[in-house]
């Protein structure tokens, strides 16, 4: 090796060893400011959310949806009004006052539910966000209940205000037991 490359490697060596450091030093005296007031610096949003986005992509990718049905779909209706219109709101519902100040903020998934696949949005109400928020409901969820919860998922961006405030009231609400 020329003595040029030697220098390289030394030299990346160094650099990574600063980082480290440098790393640690922030972990050890909490110079990050946890405050959910406080908004990520960019690199740190951007590390999280691709993270985020990539976990999520390459884990659901061995699912595979079932068809989803009108009936599924409203089941799953009565389980989002339940569980999860708090946090995400609903079509011209809003969360609750205290979702809105969460960080990370809980999207508005009439919008953002678009983004995700049937696939991904199975995996992450099964599986929840770590450091996030968005509980893991498969612990005390089957599958079956949780695909329902998708199936509406992915029909809410479709829905009007309406729709939505008269779709799953027919009795489904929840799974009975739940208090939220
Ligand atoms: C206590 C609040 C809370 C509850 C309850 C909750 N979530 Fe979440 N959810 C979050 C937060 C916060 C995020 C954002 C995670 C992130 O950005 O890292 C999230 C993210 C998501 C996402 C990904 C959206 C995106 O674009 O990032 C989906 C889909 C989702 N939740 C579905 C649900 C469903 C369906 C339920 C009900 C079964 C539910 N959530 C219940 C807080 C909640």
Redesign the pocket.
Known sequence: MTANGKGMIIGAAAMLLLLALFALIVILTGAYNVAATDRHNPIVAWA??TT?HNS?QGRADDLESPQFTSGMIEAGAG??KA??????GGVGVSPAGW?EV?Q????A?AR??E??TDE??FW??KH??K?????A?GPT?DDDT?WN??A??KEMPQLSAEEYAAIGSGGHGGEGGHS?
């Open positions: 999280f959310d985020y999520v389980e989002y569980m999860c219109a708090h946090c995400h979702a969460m990370p903020h809980p999207p998934l953002a539910a983004k995700w991904e949005v992450l109400v929840g966000v450091m996030s928020g968005m509980p409901f969820h949780i919860i998708a509406f998922v939220h």
